[in-house]
């Protein structure tokens, strides 16, 4: 069999007239051309961003009286939710519209998750961190598919934008604009 030589990648310069989001879909893009590493992407990062959500959710929110009838509204998986809906906002909101639809979704399943640790199920935070591990083993075997070393490296600084560009690239396929 042949071996992948990798490839060095250039950093990516924006256009004159190019917006910060599309920098970072640029440099997401030319790291990731493998279909199967972009095949594990579009499965690992949404089952990544529900444990991030349900882990959050399961930290012990304290009681604010101030919050009066509302206290149970209230956890730490609401500030996630509405810090992806700013950090997107700044950078496309059609986009960040689409991630809160995203992340509603992704609430009613950590919520069902919730009910189902009340009813005697396992605890959800064994649950979701169970998850995150086995995503993070699909982005990291992604990867390696890549052949491409400094791929792996340039997730860690754009972990933030990757749902959005996920986002992205359906919003691509479909021919729509964000």
């Given at each position: ?108 399943g ?15 935070i ?15 075997l992604?990867?390696?598919?890549e052949?491409?070393?400094q ?18 690239s ?9």
């Open positions: 069999m042949a071996k992948f030589k990798p490839v060095t990648l250039k950093p990516i310069l924006p256009k004159k007239d190019e917006r910060p989001v599309d920098v970072y879909f640029n440099r997401l893009d030319a790291s990731h051309r493998n279909p199967s590493n972009r095949l594990l992407h579009f499965i690992c990062v949404p089952l990544m961003l529900f444990s991030a959500l349900g882990i959050a959710w399961a930290i012990p929110f304290p009681y604010l009286k101030f919050l009066g009838t509302y206290n149970g509204m209230f956890n730490w998986g609401s500030f996630l939710i509405a810090f992806c809906v700013y950090y997107t906002l700044k950078l496309s909101p059609i986009l960040s519209y689409t991630m809160l639809l995203v992340l509603f979704a992704l609430s009613y950590v919520s069902r998750l919730a009910a189902l640790e009340l009813a005697g199920g396992p605890p959800m064994w649950v979701c961190t169970f998850t995150m591990a086995l995503a993070w083993l699909g982005q990291y992604g990867g390696k598919k052949a491409n070393e791929s792996f490296k340039d997730d860690g600084q754009l972990v933030l934008n990757t749902p959005i560009w996920v986002l992205y359906l919003f691509k396929r479909l021919g729509w604009k964000y």
